[in-house]
């Protein structure tokens, strides 16, 4: 009976272990996929051209600012970092034409909600995935700065 | 005493399962029909790596599971052909120890499910479709019409143009590029002196004339988007077409897939839409010229490397007309965007300059 209890034991713990690490390799573009498809919806939600710009802002921003503290905290290596560069370039792009900065004429009113389409085709498109491993601490901490 | 002996048979029983690299799930048995097959189909559905998107409806897709199901759709039409289904899903261990086999191969013969075999990657850096196309040469049929045709349709990311560790999330160690693939689709092919009527890349950016120059001594045409391909999907269904008229050329059966696939993102997203066709036997001439031209351009930086494609012709002094011989275009500018102006595109996309 001892010997049955150490065996299951070890597989329990083994179990346990192989979970922890698997969390560990966790793709951050999903989360920021799921974060911009509630965004899309609350702006397609509500008629105010003001809050649909408001969330739209609000919601670059976090985005950014996730990659940000990605890049300030994981350690990446050089593909790493110049994949999360890329990302975050084509978000700054987009916040950019959202509110006519850099070049870019501001989007109307009307428009707001293709915007928002447009803006999740960006980040769903075929090349946007970003392979990195990031630990769990530090994934449980961009998915509580895009809440 | 008794426990301990079932653990042993349990454990035994997952180290054994676990050594094995493939295993058939469900041999039908069927009587086999040796007759001549009039084609051959492989798709390749790369599911190993962030597969997300959602409905407009905001409702998720996961793991390319569309593409399966147009494959297994046109897999039950093909009444004279063999199809080839690669369904690359991510490597996991059960308790962590024991190596699973994700990874599907549904093979259909004369539109009969004759095999199903999971499989997985035995050396985690073996060349890229390695264990792909050795379960292909195992299984395939050996007789053949003499109008044979042969498609490869791929549908992933974006093969990228150098290195390409971690293109599989779980198998990061493979490298994945568009060298590799090149040198691995060849595998799929019945001889040496075979080629593909048809290859498909179903990605981002993949449209390059490098890929062109790569792929020219394998296939006769190939179907590709020089700049971004919504989701890595074209349609797919206008393959029936080798039912429905026989002999039909793999360009007028591109065209259509084109034409289907256009239509219906023009429909549905604000992004750039870039379709090419290439018939790689009138782009021979120029080929050459071409990707040289346009690789002296490019940059090592692996920033630049990373970003999307641009049309080839805004970042060179680049004479369109000398380079659209054996190029046809289906193109609709982003709604918003820098590029959203552009109501033109050579049909060949370049990774942008480096700042």
Known sequence: MKTLNTILTSILLVFVFQTASFAQSTNITETFKEHFNKTVQEVQETDDADEKRAILNESFDKMIHAIDQIESKASLTEDETAMLDSYKLGLTEKKSELNGLDGFDEIMDEDLDDFSNFSQDFIEQANRTITIGVTTALLILIILLLL | ?355
């Open chain 2, 1 to 355: 005493m008794r426990y301990q002996f079932l653990a042993l048979i349990i454990l035994t029983g997952l180290i054994y399962s676990g050594c094995s690299h493939t295993s058939e799930l469900t041999g039908d048995n069927l009587q086999a029909d040796e007759s001549d097959i009039d084609y051959s189909i492989v798709y390749y559905i790369h599911a190993d790596s962030d597969y997300l998107y959602h409905t407009p409806e905001g409702e998720p897709i996961r793991e390319n599971s569309e593409v399966l199901d147009t494959a297994f759709k046109v897999a039950e039409e093909a009444l004279t052909g063999e199809v080839f289904i690669y369904y690359q899903r991510p490597e996991t261990k059960f308790l962590g120890l024991f190596p699973r086999k994700r990874s599907r191969l549904y093979h259909y013969k004369k539109s009969q499910l004759v095999n199903t075999i999971k499989y997985r990657h035995a050396d985690k850096k073996e060349s890229f479709l390695a264990s792909e196309a050795n379960l292909l040469r195992e299984i395939r049929t050996q007789n053949r019409t003499d109008e044979h045709q042969s498609y490869f349709l791929f549908f992933g990311h974006e093969i990228p143009p150098e290195n390409g560790k971690g293109y599989h999330h779980t198998l990061p160690d493979i490298d994945v590029n568009t060298a590799s693939f090149a040198s691995g689709i060849q595998n799929f092919l019945h001889s040496d002196e075979d080629r593909f009527n048809l290859v498909v890349l179903s990605t981002c950016n993949n449209g390059t004339p490098k890929m062109a120059e790569l792929l020219m001594p394998f296939t006769d045409t190939m179907l590709a988007s020089p700049q971004n391909l919504h989701l890595s999907h074209f349609d797919t269904e206008a393959i029936t077409l080798l039912e429905k008229e026989p002999g039909v050329s793999s360009m007028k059966l591109a065209r259509s897939m084109a034409d289907q696939t256009y239509q219906r993102l023009e429909e549905t997203i604000q992004t750039t839409i870039t379709l090419t066709l290439y018939d790689l036997e009138e782009v021979k001439p120029y080929i050459d010229t071409l990707a040289s031209l346009t690789s002296s351009n490019q940059t090592s930086d692996r920033f630049v490397q990373f970003q999307d494609n641009v049309d080839c012709s805004a970042i060179n002094p680049f004479e369109a007309d000398a380079y659209q011989q054996g190029v046809e275009m289906w193109y609709k500018p982003a709604r918003f965007g820098r590029q959203s102006g552009r109501s033109t595109h050579s049909g060949w996309g370049c990774k942008p300059a480096a700042q």
